[in-house]
C-alpha cells in the first residue's frame, strides 16, 4: 500500500517535465537503497543465486520495473482519482492470485478488509452532489 501511495504521488505530483522512464528509474533507485538496507540489516541465511536466476529476474520485470513505468505514464492522463481506484484493484488480484496459484488460505475477514479499503478509496474519489 506505501509503494502505491508513493508510486501515485510522485506519478501524479513530482517531476511532471521529467520522462515517464526517468522518474521510473529514479523511484526504482529509491526502493532498491531501501530494500538493500533492509536485506543487509535481516538475512541471515546464505543467498540462493539458484532462487534469483529461476524466479529473481521474472518478478522484477512483471513486479518492480514495468509497473512504475505505466504507472508514470499513465497517471497525468488519468489523474489520481481513478488511478488511485485502478490501482486498488491490484489488492484483489494479488489475493486471488496467491489463492489460485500459491494455495494460500484467505478467509472471510480478509476479504472484509480488502472490500473496505477499496469502499474507502471509491468514496474519497466520488463527488456527491447535493440534491
Known sequence: AISFTTTMFTANRVGIGVSSAQRSLF???GGFIIV??????TQTTAF???IF??????????????PPLLFNAGFPLTGIGLGSIVSALELPVSVLMAYFILN????????????????AIVIMNVNFKKK
Open 27 to 29: 523511484m526504482l533507485l
Open 36 to 41: 538493500l538496507g533492509f536485506a543487509f540489516a
Open 48 to 50: 540462493n543465486f539458484g
Open 53 to 66: 536466476a529461476k524466479w529473481g529476474i521474472i518478478l522484477a520485470l512483471f513486479g518492480t520495473i514495468i
Open 104 to 119: 494460500e488460505k484467505v478467509n472471510a475477514l480478509q476479504w472484509i478488509g480488502i472490500v473496505l479499503i477499496i469502499l
